[in-house]
């Protein structure tokens, strides 16, 4: 898979292939629309990227419709650990916030997610960053919208590639 990059100062960098960023579907049928943050720093997380991609392709809970540049950048909260790379998922689903935590759950650890401590090296983190346009608080276990994609720019500045996509629109 071929990689192109873009230096940013800080030793972050812009990453784009042939599926990041992309448009992938032309229309929204589905209900419910989603902002998936998408991250990981432990083995090969570009790659694990791909076939993420090809594994939500294949399933019918949910439909990707679109992906962002991959953005590589320091971790936070515990600092002892490699660069984060992370990229954002539109996806519309059937599934309710609920059931889709559920089962983006289930795909962390089918991709080897362990769960050691709080902002831990991980394979790969999945985070619903926002779901319609619903604000949603269950308890600490689910918070929508994330309480802090603002904040990060792990989740601004893929964004900005993901700006015209379909649907955006009905979760911003």
């Known amino acids: ?25 032309s229309s929204c049928i589905y209900k419910n629309i989603s902002l998936i943050g998408v991250g990981g720093n432990l083995g090969d997380t570009k790659r694990r990227f791909e076939k993420l991609l ?3 392709k294949r399933d019918k809970k949910i439909r990707v419709v679109a992906t962002s540049i991959i953005f590589k950048n320091p971790p936070f909260g515990y600092l002892e650990q490699p660069f984060f790379y992370n ?4 996806v519309e689903t059937k599934l309710t916030p609920i059931k889709l935590l559920r089962y983006l759950q289930r795909i962390e650890n089918h991709f080897g997610r ?4 709080k ?6 983190d999945l ?30 500045l893929p964004l900005q590639y993901l700006k015209g996509a379909k649907c955006l629109g009905r979760v911003l």
């Open 127 to 156: 985070d619903i960053l926002m779901y319609n346009k619903q604000k949603i608080q269950k308890d600490t276990t689910l918070i929508i919208p994330h309480p802090y994609w603002k904040e990060r720019e792990s989740v601004q």
């Open 119 to 124: 902002n831990s090296p991980r394979t790969l």
């Open 1 to 25: 898979m071929p990689y192109i990059y873009k230096k940013l100062k800080d030793n972050k960098e812009i990453i784009k292939t042939l599926n990041f960023p992309k448009s992938i579907v």
């Open 87 to 90: 990229t954002l998922f539109l």
């Open 54 to 56: 090809i594994y939500l």
């Open 114 to 117: 362990k769960r050691e401590f």
